[in-house]
């Protein structure tokens, strides 16, 4: 069975900077998809990237990136110029390509942001 | 588009007393799930339905939660009877499947806040 992990359980950074979020996940399968959500704490899951296992190239969405390293089976978010609207909860999710249409969740991770 | 509608937004009842939430997918999504959230268990699947059958029902805690979907376009989560230990939110999620691959994310509602007292 699949499994996501999110190490980190809660992070903070100043106003601008930068912060990476980690996730690394567990597969047998070769083909998949991997999203990061967004909850602010208006509490909607607001799906902020994703990335399909079989491009090489990191997804990007404006301030948003990832780092897809699929031989380690890692997945981190990189949020550059922090604002003060990206303090929110963040979940990395996995979706197999075929099979059921469930997505696994990690635990989250609570990014705080510093004025 | 309207996006995933959920109702109640909000939930206050006495311990005991059935609670009915319910869900209206986005049109021509075929996948439906609910989930609950605490701070204790993070984000847990309860249940999920494709083209309104239920799929995997795993993660229904107990025979006091069911689920339906009657249609393309309803559903509903019913706890009978309600404990505080049900207190959280629930969420509703759809999701489609165009040409067979999964690469659409899930679509969230807004979540029903769910007090038990």
């Known amino acids: 069975a699949q499994t996501v992990t999110q190490s980190q359980p809660e992070m903070s950074v100043q106003e601008a900077e930068t912060v990476t979020l980690s996730c690394t996940y567990d597969?047998?399968?070769?083909?998949?998809?991997l999203f990061w959500y967004k909850q602010p704490p208006s509490r909607q899951m607001i799906l902020v990237i994703r990335q399909e296992a079989y491009k090489q190239q990191n997804a990007t969405e404006n301030r948003f990136s990832v780092n897809f390293q699929k031989a380690a089976k890692s997945f981190s978010l990189k949020i550059s110029d922090s604002q003060l609207g990206d303090a929110a909860m963040y979940f990395c999710a996995y979706r197999s390509v075929l099979g059921d249409d469930k997505i696994i969740f990690g635990k989250g991770t609570r990014l705080h942001i510093l004025p | 588009d309207a996006g995933v509608i959920q109702s109640p937004r909000h939930e206050v009842t006495e311990m005991g007393q059935e609670v009915t939430l319910r869900c209206k997918p986005i049109s021509g999504h075929n996948s439906l799930f609910w989930y609950r959230q605490t701070m204790m268990r993070g984000l847990e699947l309860l249940i999920y339905f494709n083209n309104n059958v239920p799929i995997d029902d795993s993660g229904m805690p107990e025979d006091r939660f069911s689920a339906k979907m009657p249609n393309a376009s309803f559903s509903t989560l019913k706890i009978q009877p309600s404990e505080p230990r049900d207190s959280a939110v629930y969420f509703c999620?759809?999701?489609?499947?165009?040409?067979?691959?999964?690469?659409?994310?899930?679509?969230f509602g807004d979540g029903t806040r769910l007090s038990i007292l």
């Open positions: 597969t047998s399968e070769s083909d998949y998809y």
């Open positions: 999620a759809s999701s489609s499947r165009p040409g067979g691959y999964s690469n659409q994310p899930q679509h």
